[in-house]
């Protein structure tokens, strides 16, 4: 009887605790996820190898690709934070749409080579404020590739106070090369959540 009772109010618990957490999954994932878009999306900026890149430095031009590298010899990741990566490029800074809220995509053709961690390319936004910049983004992972492909990062904006940059950025892990074409910034607007 007692062990009845006691697996009874275990399920219950298990139960109790499941949906408590998948509620707050979907909680954070309306907080922090992006949003549906309305599609289709409109083109912001296409960026060519004829466009200067913010950062300078390891960026060669091959072609109409970028060649971005990042070495490991050590030294760095002595100075810098487990966390960071070990090289953070940004590639291009446009200024923040005129509507009050969209969703942006950063559509390119990458392939990374030579590299024992993933290389992410973020789209985020850069905001100046009171305690210095902030910067938010979202990112795609690439992993060691043959060929081309095509990837898309996503991500939800919102007009703020303080006006942002929107910027497009890689970050390499480890050491590697990172080849990108073709890359457009593009904006959609936001599907209408439904009313609870």
Not at 18 to 35: C, I, M, N
Not at 60 to 67: K, L, V
Request: with cysteine; net charge negative; charged share 25%.
């Amino acid at each position: 009887m007692f062990d009845e009772l006691f697996n009874n109010l275990k399920n219950n618990l298990k139960e109790f605790v499941t949906s408590k957490v998948e509620e707050a999954g979907k909680e954070l994932e309306k907080r922090f996820g992006v949003p549906e878009a309305i599609e289709p999306f409109t083109l912001i900026r296409r960026f060519t190898t004829a466009d200067s890149t913010v950062t300078q430095g390891g960026i060669a031009i091959n072609g109409e690709t970028w060649q971005i590298e990042a070495y490991n010899d050590g030294y760095n990741q002595q100075l810098v934070n487990i966390s960071e990566p070990l090289r953070s490029v940004i590639l291009f800074e446009v200024v923040e749409p005129d509507v009050q809220e969209c969703v942006l995509a950063c559509r390119f053709y990458a392939r990374a080579l030579n590299t024992e961690k993933s290389i992410r390319v973020c789209l985020g936004f850069a905001r100046k404020g009171q305690w210095g910049t902030t910067t938010t983004y979202r990112a795609s992972s690439l992993t060691q590739s043959g060929d081309f492909q095509l990837y898309e990062t996503r991500a939800h904006y919102k007009k703020e106070t303080d006006s942002c940059k929107i910027q497009i950025t890689v970050q390499f892990e480890s050491s590697g090369i990172l080849l990108i074409r073709d890359i457009e910034l593009l904006q959609a607007a936001v599907k209408p959540q439904p009313s609870n």
